[in-house]
């Protein structure tokens, strides 16, 4: 008689072992597949900044065909944009035949472009050890606003076209944040133990 109640104890003790073991595998389980969801979110919102990033430099290279296509392609346009694409695309074109070397400019504006899009790498690589260059895009995505509003009406741009610089600030920094909040919990799940 003895001998099966503590045979019954050992059983209960080990259901009750095992019953804690399923109630904290479901927990860690929970934290895993969320830790995984937001790496994952945060390295998509990361490659789309660098697509973005590497794309605008590589267009800038080839500007005075782009404008020619652009102007071509603006009659449809609002009469005021469609003035003010080819304005520029005469204005490019001109100052390559007569200065050329003025699109060395752009061409550097270009590889600033395609190695801000490197730098992204880092973060994409280890999102909690380079939460830095988030920041630092961050702070360029809102440093935008001033630059394109103070240089705009110095430089002759059209209001519309500052809207226009602007929204590359104001869209950036959309994923940028999402990342930021992202890396934030993944540096929370870490100090968990996760």
Known sequence: ?????????????????????????????????????????????????IAGLFLSGITAFPLETELHLLANLSGAAPEYLHSWIN?????????????????????????????LAVLFIGPLRNPVKNIWVIEFGMIACVAILPLAFIMGPIRGIPLFWTLVDCSFGVIGIIPLYISYIGIKKLQQFNSSGL
Not at 14 to 42: D, G
Not at 99 to 109: I, R
Request: one cysteine or more; a positive charge.
């Open 87 to 115: 304005a520029v695309y005469q204005g490019v074109k001109v100052s390559n035949q007569v200065y050329p070397f003025l699109s060395y400019g752009t061409d550097w504006l270009a590889f600033a472009h395609i190695m």
């Open 1 to 49: 008689m003895k001998t099966l109640q503590t045979t019954q104890i050992g059983d209960a003790g080990t259901h009750f072992s095992s019953h804690i073991e399923t109630t904290r595998t479901p927990i860690k389980l929970s934290r895993t597949i969320n830790y995984a969801h937001t790496m994952r979110r945060v390295k998509t919102c990361i490659k789309i900044i």
